[in-house]
């Protein structure tokens, strides 16, 4: 079992930058592939980012490609997402989310979810 808790969300211009992290608690968060995922109001929750569980894989939504960024540090069971160039577009909720499937980005691959953390661009 794991359990996620993301912090790092707020306010911030068009153009900026936000870090999102995600706190993992147990000794299995190395041997989780992990997400993250967003959900915009009266939209469905979309993929964003996953990474393997040694980090040496990533994948990314076409519409964050070259802008957001996935890494993990097994030793402190810490996922992070920095994301540059901030779009009004990219409002929404941020989930991390944990998966036993390799890499994925596929929202009923993954069995442990976050609270979420909610990112507002102004534009």
């Known amino acids: 079992q794991v359990q996620l808790v993301e912090s790092g969300g707020g306010l911030v211009q068009a153009g900026g930058s936000l870090r999102l992290s995600c706190a993992a608690s147990g000794r299995t968060f190395p041997s989780y592939a992990m997400g993250w995922f967003r959900q915009a109001p009266g939209k469905e929750r979309e993929f964003v980012a996953a990474i393997t569980w040694s980090g040496s894989s990533t994948d990314y939504a076409d519409s964050v490609k070259a802008r957001f960024t996935i890494s993990r540090d097994n030793a402190k069971n810490r996922l992070y997402l920095q994301m540059n160039s901030l779009k009004p577009e990219d409002t929404a909720v941020y989930y991390c989310?944990?998966?036993?499937?390799?890499?994925?980005?596929?929202?009923?691959?993954?069995?442990?979810w976050g609270q979420g953390t909610q990112v507002t661009v102004s534009s």
């Open positions: 989310a944990a998966t036993r499937v390799a890499i994925s980005g596929s929202v009923s691959d993954y069995s442990h």
